[in-house]
């Protein structure tokens, strides 16, 4: 039998400070969020332009070509945006959105009227004969026609072929026409200025090749500004897209939350109204459809919520989550079960143990509230809430049974002299498991794995879900650590591939966001959390 080491003398106190931290860390996290932000007030509550799509409610896809919103939905936007906004800009002239020059005039609001091009010709030719047909009905309403939006960026229409629509709605119509992308394209392809009245540039601070963190991001706008007004002398320079998103996926040191959204808002407000320089702001409403295209992100650039609510005030502090209470909550709920769950059929006596199980519940309440809050602005159908519940229930079964074994160890007196029983290896369907949490373990490093894989592969849009995947991976920790008076058995070669497979995955994300992204760093941590007790148990068979 191993001797009692030094280091397992320090086992114990080693997992009480990781338990007490959990439970720290939960409630501290719930707290955070619902602190009011203290935020420079906005000079004005009035914006002048704003990106306007009516695709807000559920099921709605601008990308269903039978999609159509009625002249009367449409009416009732416009009315409620022009008491905050003089102009507002479309994308395309179909769906619905045709009727949206004439309306917005009779609410005293301009129109930059957009016309969508993509690769079919067929469908670009119907779009530029609509806007023709606008142009000449409600001309005075129209502030001026955006012909494509994003062609370049997306590589769906060559630079001379763009032009020569352009060129074509120009010609034919003495509204100012422009072309709008992302600044950048206008610096690769500056000859499409000659066939513009003046030049649309978007910047999105967030979504820059190098992200850009939310206390920079109208000093870049600025500069960016200011630079392409070098680049282009003499021409009139709009900018077609600025905003900021509240939810989502941190990139970097640009986090999407709903403060940096208001202060964002805010400040570009404040710099706005310094400067001689025509804006448009996106967008009205969060469109929950983009999430198809540019995960959770993408449906939250709204100042108004899906539901047409304003998300937040333009003065005085904001809070990030409202109700941050009811995770607390969460966390008693969550201690309360873990009691009662881990005094069923318990081997151990004395407080230590109820402790700890309370210690666990509490952390573990606060996890899945988060894993919740995730979902809330993720899941995009049943099937994604059915799928993520499933997977959470999961995740708290582990807890669950992994906090039984955790309070027992804390809860039996260290004993030098005990000879701890050699664990029994279990064979099922044909595999070798080292003990009853093998199965458990192994489900959850090749999840983990799975979803790393995405990450470093293909994570631009996807979250870290932080919440759901701390339950396992403190867990499996937790009880690595007190298993100190145990027999070391070779863990399963698919459990040592995966384990090499969870670290590496996870420093590459850390280094794909350069180091900058905290969240990164945290989900680093979770890979090592289950993947070290792993490898460790790996190189402790191999020695002895």
Request: proline share 6%; aromatic share 12%.
């Amino acid at each position: 039998m191993p001797p009692l080491t030094p280091y397992a003398r320090l086992a114990r106190p080693l997992a009480w400070i990781l338990l007490v931290a959990a439970a720290l860390f939960g409630a501290g996290y719930w707290w955070t969020l619902g602190r009011p932000i203290p935020l420079p007030d906005s000079p004005t509550t009035r914006i002048a332009c704003v990106s306007y799509a009516p695709f807000r409610l559920k099921g709605e896809n601008p990308m269903d070509p039978h999609a159509f919103v009625s002249r009367e939905r449409v009416e009732e936007d416009l009315k409620a945006l022009s008491t905050r906004f003089d102009c507002v800009r479309t994308y395309a002239m179909n769906q619905g959105l045709e009727a949206v020059p004439d309306i917005a005039g009779r609410y005293g609001m301009k129109v930059l009227m957009g016309v969508w091009l993509g690769r079919d010709p067929v469908a670009n030719e119907e779009q530029i004969k609509l806007a023709l047909n606008a142009a000449r009905r409600d001309h005075d309403t129209l502030r001026g026609i955006v012909v494509g939006n994003e062609v370049l960026l997306r590589g769906e229409l060559s630079p001379k072929a763009l032009g020569a629509y352009i060129a074509r709605v120009n010609a034919a119509t003495d509204v100012p026409v422009t072309y709008a992308d992302v600044w950048e394209f206008w610096k690769k392809h500056p000859e499409l200025a000659k066939d513009t009245d003046y030049i649309t540039i978007h910047i999105l601070p967030y979504w820059e090749d190098e992200p850009v963190a939310p206390a920079d991001a109208v000093h870049h706008v600025a500069d960016v500004y200011q630079a392409m007004k070098k680049e282009f002398p003499g021409k009139s320079i709009m900018i077609g897209e600025t905003g900021w998103p509240s939810q989502g996926r941190t990139r970097r040191d640009a986090s999407a939350s709903l403060v940096n959204e208001a202060r964002y808002m805010r400040e570009f407000l404040n710099y706005a109204a310094t400067v001689d320089m025509p804006y448009n702001v996106i967008e009205a409403f969060d469109q929950p459809w983009k999430r198809d295209l540019e995960g959770t992100v993408g449906g939250y650039w709204g100042i108004f919520d899906a539901d047409a609510k304003p998300k937040f005030a333009m003065q005085g502090p904001i809070v990030e989550e409202p109700r941050w209470a009811w995770a607390i909550g969460a966390g008693g709920i969550g201690a309360l079960l873990f009691l009662i769950v881990g005094a069923f059929r318990r081997r151990w006596h004395g407080a230590s143990g109820w402790i700890a199980l309370i210690l666990a519940g509490f952390a573990t309440g606060t996890a899945l509230a988060a894993h919740a809050r995730l979902l809330l602005f993720t899941a995009r159908n049943d099937v994604e809430w059915a799928t993520g519940a499933i997977i959470a229930i999961l995740a708290l079964l582990t807890a669950l049974s992994l906090s039984r074994a955790i309070a027992s160890r804390l809860a039996s007196p260290v004993n030098p002299v005990a000879i701890a029983p050699r664990p029994v290896e279990r064979r099922r369907l044909g595999i070798d498991w080292s003990d009853a949490f093998t199965p458990q373990r192994f489900f959850w490093m090749f999840v983990l794995t799975l979803y790393g894989i995405l990450m470093v592969f293909n994570g631009r849009y996807r979250d870290f879900p932080i919440g759901l995947f701390a339950l396992p991976c403190v867990g499996f920790l937790l009880l690595a650590i007190l298993r100190t008076r145990e027999y070391i058995l070779m863990p399963m070669v698919e459990e040592r591939l995966l384990g090499v497979w969870m670290v590496g995955l996870g420093v590459a994300v850390v280094v794909q966001e350069l180091g900058a992204n905290a969240v990164s760093w945290g989900w680093m941590l979770l890979n090592l959390a289950l993947a070290l007790p792993v490898l460790l148990a790996w190189y402790r068979a191999r020695r002895d």
